[in-house]
């Protein structure tokens, strides 16, 4: 199926992009892959939205994540071991029923400088900040790197019954003037920004990200949205587009297209996701999501050269 | 049917089957300190920019991915 410009997602981002005061508490709203989320922050703190964020902003009075923000005293450690250390930002916890993400900085001893707990599903949460850290005076993000994207990588695979919405991908996605949807993926350093500076200003071709994309199957067909959480390239659309072909990035001497067996390939896409690994409901939910995409679109390794050529090669389908 | 015919009959079940491949183990490239968001990486530009590593109040030192 040929893809046009029309056919990017629909909804377009308000100009909300400043917290809007409500009696005792402000409210903030950005939607990314189709996933709304508010914040509703008490205590007289004053939000504002990252600059990449801007994009992103949208207006509901119910959001399908919201999370009440408020300032804490200093915030404690649990006594109990986590589920899960990200060994740098986040570690996670077991708690009521649902979890409780801890941010540290890397500095031994110290309290976190804020703590959210969420219910199983992450679509209900509370956000405190510590004192220690904020105040009133200055707008924040209360989202702010990592927690935006942690709770965007559980909400999106704990769905009731291992029913997943979508992944997270490290990758570059550009729609190209015939409406071809490209995943171009990779690690840091595998060249998505470099590629994604390549195929600016190609007339027609839009720039989703070049760094992480949301996957997500819309009335049976898999589509590659946008996210603020951009590269080198500093690419962020709210945009989304229907995805026809997968690549994982190898920089090389000339430029080449080499079909990958779908084994293969669900094991690079799988090695380049985004996934809560400490969750076997989220790992088979993404397994068998990256399965059924190996199965129904191309899959190729593409061996480049970060030169204009390597353009043309993916527009011509040829390596 | 006697012993020959039972020969045959295997015989053109083992052609029909698919030819056995011993399988291959694969060695996939993971970053896990990426794959889990763990680290910040900001230094300018890069990565998931957050205010948290620019911000005065709090400063990380968890560059990385």
Redesign the interface.
């Known amino acids: 199926m040929s893809v046009t410009q029309t056919q990017f997602a629909t909804w377009r981002p308000s100009a909300a992009k400043r917290a809007v005061a409500c009696g005792d508490f402000s409210r903030l709203c950005y939607r990314i892959g189709d996933v709304s989320f508010g914040m509703k922050a008490f205590d007289g703190l004053r939000m504002k939205l990252?600059p990449?964020l801007r994009g992103f902003a949208a207006e509901s009075a119910k959001c399908d994540v919201e999370v009440k923000i408020s300032l804490a005293d200093k915030l404690q450690v649990p006594a109990q071991e986590p589920l899960?250390a990200?060994?740098?930002?986040?570690t996670l916890f077991a708690e009521d029923g649902g979890y409780r993400l801890n941010f540290l900085?890397?500095?031994a001893g110290e309290a976190p400088?804020k703590t959210a707990w969420f219910d199983e599903e992450f679509r209900r949460g509370e956000l405190q900040l510590s004192r220690e850290?904020?105040n009133t005076r200055d707008a924040?993000?209360p989202m702010?790197?990592?927690l935006d994207?942690?709770l965007m990588?559980h909400h999106l695979t704990s769905g009731k019954g291992g029913c997943g919405k979508g992944i997270e991908v490290?990758a570059l996605g550009v729609v190209d003037d015939a409406g071809g949807g490209h995943l171009f993926l990779g690690?840091?350093g595998a060249g998505k920004s470099t590629s994604a500076r390549l195929w600016q200003g190609v007339p027609g071709v839009r720039i989703l990200s070049d760094?992480?994309i949301i996957l997500r199957r819309r009335e049976g067909q898999l589509w590659m949205y946008g996210t603020p959480?951009?590269?080198?390239a500093?690419i962020a659309s709210p945009h989304a587009a229907l995805l026809t072909n997968v690549y994982v990035l190898e920089q090389a001497p000339r430029n080449e297209l080499v079909e990958m067996p779908r084994?293969?390939a669900a094991?690079?896409i799988?090695?380049r996701?985004?996934?809560p690994?400490h969750c076997p409901e989220a790992l088979q939910f993404a397994l068998q999501f990256i399965e059924q995409l190996c199965g129904e679109l191309p899959c190729q390794t593409f061996r480049f050269l970060p030169e204009r050529t390597a353009v043309e090669a993916i527009r011509h389908g040829r390596g | 049917m006697d012993w020959e015919d039972k020969d045959e009959v295997r015989l053109a079940d083992e052609r029909e089957a698919e030819a056995y491949e011993a399988p291959k183990v694969?060695r996939?490239?993971?970053?896990?300190?990426?794959?889990?968001?763990?680290?910040?990486?900001v230094t300018?530009?890069?990565?998931?920019?957050?205010?948290?590593?620019r911000s005065a109040?709090?400063?990380?030192?968890?560059l990385?991915?």
């Open positions: 990252d990449s899960f990200s060994g740098g930002l986040w900085r890397s500095f400088y850290f904020f924040v993000y702010e790197y990592p994207e942690v990588i490290h690690h840091s760094d992480r959480w951009h590269g080198d500093g084994s293969i094991a690079e799988f090695a996701s985004f996934v690994r | 694969l996939v490239s993971l970053r896990p300190a990426e794959a889990v968001l763990g680290h910040c990486k300018g530009s890069a990565g998931p920019v957050s205010a948290s590593c109040t709090i400063t990380c030192r968890s990385g991915s």
